[in-house]
């Protein structure tokens, strides 16, 4: 059972993979979207803000990162509302073939897809003067939490994907909540530079979480108080771990509740 | 025989609207089933129920001897289903897509990949199996789903509306296609919008109209419950037409219509071509040149108005299915 599950879930992660092999338009605009942020945000914003004990572009680049993954993983309300909307999805479903395997094979084939989006990154990030400064493991540790993220964020994009109406709908549903999530965190000014109102909903967030988490691994974070205050400056590493576990908890059943439903519409 | 397809006062419904009411059907092994009427009749919702696609409110069906609402899982195994969009993925080749479907189907590599190169074949795709599935014409992508929907050699298919959207030469194509499954013994169920199809390939027919079964029988028994063909004759002048309504009068079976704006006398007839001939002998005899001269075969307008008294019409419908 397991094993035919696994096997489905990848033959739908190959199908999917073979799209972008085919359409290489999709990965080429959303790697030069995060290369354009790395440079806009290096050049243009970095000599206005001020990150205390370190350079901008350091402490920038693992926010590009996040933010990129997270825009990476919107790919999948995209997908999954194209293959309902041509019937592909009805095709499968009276296949004698694993509930899950569309669902696990569509977020699997869109990680892979932020995977090779954040090398691209990483190269772009050496060149502008980022670092891991940490050692090997701890680099290492950093890209699992980061691809984790990335993972579980597809989980509620897919859930966007399977409730929307259109394609059309799913493009700009998926996004657009993210700006406020990416831009209102610790991923592009510290947040000691926030008003009040604002600093602890971005401390609480989990893009900054994660964020901070990977800049403490890499040796990215600035000194002090520009990390943030209290719990989630203190614990950025296990709270990022438990925010991905939790999003999982909630949306990987809720997307597969809703797959069976949009299907059976 | 066995039935193959069972459904008794199968219903479904969304919020008010009754999408199938009391349905009931029953397909013996090997033959075919016609499903016939307009968009939004329900003949999409009905094949979706019995596919395991959706569940019905109401009713219950069997597919193979299985309850589908029971174990979908064992009815998803014995059929195949060929959708009213062909649900062919654009950007894998046509030999990518068949493989696919055969390893979802639990083939194994090898088995997937011959069987894919198989169906290739059997449909006339071999030549294009290479290129995505996105620059095939409308034919070709109807056939690439229907061989997608017999990789395992299903015993019960299911096909819906498989000529719709399609040109003259393709449709001919693809009803030679279901012909062959006929010969090699599966039990079909089709639904389709046009009589002539239904006649050409299904034992028997159901029409239905807004979610229920309004006639049955074979496409000889509907036929004559419209009264068959008529035999339309329209002319070039107006004082032509009561001439031309006499002679009409001598060769059909009923009294005739008369419209004036076309110019054209129609009236059933029974004989076919011998009345056809005659019609013509008489016309040359009155000196009438018709501009039109025509057999009309009952077409599945003449069927909703025999039977509904309104001619079939086109609905929206919710959830986007027909």
């Known amino acids: 059972m397991v094993l035919e599950a696994a096997s489905d879930g990848w033959v739908v992660t190959k199908r999917n993979l073979l799209k972008i092999k085919r359409v290489p338009d999709l990965v080429i605009f959303s790697t030069i979207q995060p290369i354009m942020f790395v440079l806009l945000f290096a050049y243009v914003f970095g000599g206005a803000i001020a990150t205390p004990g370190i350079n901008y572009r350091e402490f920038l680049i693992p926010g590009i990162f996040v933010q990129t993954v997270a825009f990476g993983a919107g790919i999948t309300a995209i997908g999954l509302a194209d293959d309902l909307q041509k019937g592909i999805v009805d095709r499968f479903r009276s296949l004698p073939m694993s509930r899950g395997a569309v669902l696990f094979g569509r977020t699997s084939s869109d990680l892979i897809n932020n995977v090779f989006t954040v090398i691209v990154m990483s190269i772009t990030g050496v060149i502008v003067g980022w670092r891991i400064n940490e050692g090997f493991l701890r680099g290492v540790a950093g890209f699992a939490i980061l691809f984790l993220f990335a993972y579980a964020m597809s989980w509620i994009s897919a859930v966007i994907g399977l409730s929307v109406k259109s394609v059309e709908v799913a493009q700009s549903a998926g996004f657009i909540w993210m700006f406020p999530l990416t831009f209102l965190s610790n991923a592009f000014v510290p947040t000691s530079s926030l008003p009040s109102v604002l600093r602890p909903v971005a401390e609480w967030n989990p893009i900054s979480s994660v964020v901070l988490a990977l800049r403490e691994l890499w040796g990215n974070a600035p000194a002090g108080a520009a990390n943030g205050t209290g719990f989630p400056a203190q614990h950025p590493i296990w709270l990022s771990i438990g925010w991905c576990l939790l999003i999982l908890a909630i949306f990987v059943p809720m997307s597969i509740a809703r797959y069976r439903r949009a299907a059976s519409r | ?322």
């Open chain 2, 1 to 322: 025989m066995a039935d193959a397809i069972i459904a008794e006062r199968l219903g479904k419904t969304y919020g008010s609207v009754n999408a199938v009411v009391d349905l009931d059907l029953v397909v013996p092994e090997g033959t075919v089933l016609g499903l016939l009427g307009p968009n939004g009749a329900g003949k999409t919702t009905t094949v979706r129920m019995l596919t395991t696609l959706i569940t019905p409110t109401s009713g219950r069906c069997e597919v193979g001897g299985i309850d589908v609402c029971a174990h979908p899982d064992q009815v998803r195994r014995i059929i195949g289903v060929s959708g009213q969009y062909a649900a062919v993925d654009d950007y894998l080749t046509g030999y990518e897509n068949l493989e696919m479907v055969g390893r979802l189907y639990h083939l194994g590599k090898r088995r997937a990949r011959k069987r894919a190169f198989e169906l290739l074949e059997q449909f006339e795709l071999t030549d294009a199996a290479d290129r995505p599935a996105k620059t095939y014409s409308g034919g070709m992508r109807r056939r690439l789903d229907l061989a997608g929907a017999l990789v395992v050699h299903p015993p019960v298919i299911f096909l819906d509306e498989p000529t719709t959207g399609l040109d003259p030469r393709s449709r001919l194509g693809m009803w030679g296609v279901i012909s062959d499954l006929v010969k090699a013994g599966s039990t079909l169920l089709l639904t389709t919008q046009y009589l002539e199809e239904a006649d050409r390939l299904c034992d028997e027919i159901v029409v239905i109209d807004h979610g229920r079964a309004i006639a049955q029988g074979t496409a000889t028994e509907l036929k004559s419950q419209m009264g068959g063909e008529k035999l339309a004759v329209a002319v070039g002048d107006h004082e032509e037409l009561a001439t031309a309504a006499d002679v009409l009068r001598s060769v059909g079976v009923d009294e005739p219509e008369v419209d004036d704006q076309a110019r054209e006398v129609t009236v059933h007839i029974d004989r076919g071509t011998a009345a056809l001939v005659e019609a013509v002998r008489k016309l040359d005899g009155a000196d009438i040149t018709p501009t039109n001269l025509e057999i009309r075969k009952p077409t599945l307008d003449d069927v909703f108005l025999t039977l509904t008294g309104q001619p079939a019409q086109e609905e929206t419908e919710t959830g986007g299915t027909a």
